[in-house]
């Protein structure tokens, strides 16, 4: 049982971290801070957080735990916030989609206090933002990977594990490195590739027109550039080295096509359009039998 929870962003993915703990009864109060006091004060109406904090120094006072749900850029300035006032029973942790940067950031700014941070990312979220986007069972059957530091210790891991699992989620442990090699070409080049492919066609003369015609391919193709910019700039720049290797295979992979599509190398293109397409059944295979798998418990 959590007595305090303090949360610093508490839009979507603290919000549904929010109200999935109170749901779930695993926490007595939880208070919230950040930047913009009308969405705190917003999030308090629509019941996610208790309490509003004053300051940094009251949001992590008498805390178990503190979670960091601000845009990864900020986590830097939000340690440092905090570093004085971290008492030694309180573990703090992210909820940042690149991890390499942060952990340099809380190395910086906690200093001898590094072992009470412990970096998470929950594989999860919306298109939507703000705390009015939180949903109370947005981490059900989804991921979080815990990328623990050597200082951290086991019983510090557990209580985020255990915060997470409360929210229906499962844990998964990766290095930083490895983490953000993965996700740079499964979630961080993805989100690039559908900003890119919408803001070159609404930069077109006639982009109203295309517009009138897209339908469900494209809706679906482009749905995660509804999501934040200011958010995913942060996670582009963070993750600069491996989202670059990324995109650069990419490239290469769309000269193929372009060169196969020109020499009008039918068999070519089907090769790769079938081969993409056996993948991603087997990936949407996988997919299903490990959400039923969480359905009806086992192993």
Not at 26 to 50: K, N, S
Not at 251 to 271: H, I, W
Request: with cysteine; proline share 4%; charged share 20%.
């Amino acid at each position: 049982m959590l007595k305090k929870v303090a949360i610093f962003g508490v839009g979507l993915i603290g919000g549904s971290f929010a109200l999935a703990l109170t749901r779930a009864g695993r926490v007595d109060h939880i208070v919230g801070f950040g930047r913009t006091p009308g969405v705190l004060l917003r999030a308090q109406a629509l019941g996610i957080i208790d309490t509003i904090a004053a300051s940094a120094e009251d949001a992590v006072r008498d805390a178990d735990l503190v979670l960091i749900a601000a845009p990864v850029a900020q986590t830097g300035a939000i340690l440092r916030s905090i570093q004085p006032y971290l008492q030694a029973g309180t573990v703090v942790t992210d909820a940042g989609s690149t991890k390499g940067d942060v952990v340099a950031a809380a190395r910086a700014a906690l200093g001898d206090k590094i072992g009470q941070f412990i970096p998470g990312h929950p594989i999860a979220g919306r298109e939507q933002n703000g705390p009015e986007a939180a949903i109370v069972d947005l981490y059900v059957g989804k991921k979080v990977v815990l990328t623990a530091l050597p200082e951290n210790s086991a019983a510090d891991i557990e209580r985020v594990a255990q915060a997470w699992q409360a929210c229906g989620a499962m844990i998964h442990r990766l290095s930083a490195a490895d983490h953000d090699r993965i996700f740079a070409a499964v979630s961080h080049l993805p989100h690039l590739l559908s900003y890119a492919l919408v803001d070159d066609i609404a930069r077109k003369p006639h982009a109203d027109l295309l517009f009138q015609y897209a339908a469900s391919g494209f809706r679906d193709f482009t749905r995660i550039a509804g999501s934040s910019p200011e958010m995913w700039r942060d996670i582009s720049l963070a993750n600069q080295p491996a989202l670059l290797a990324e995109l650069d295979s990419y490239l290469d992979q769309l000269q193929g096509l372009r060169s196969m599509l020109a020499e009008r190398d039918g068999a070519g293109l089907e090769a790769i359009y079938s081969n993409a397409q056996q993948a991603r059944h087997n990936w949407i295979s996988a997919i299903e039998a490990a959400e039923l798998q969480v359905k009806r418990g086992g192993d």
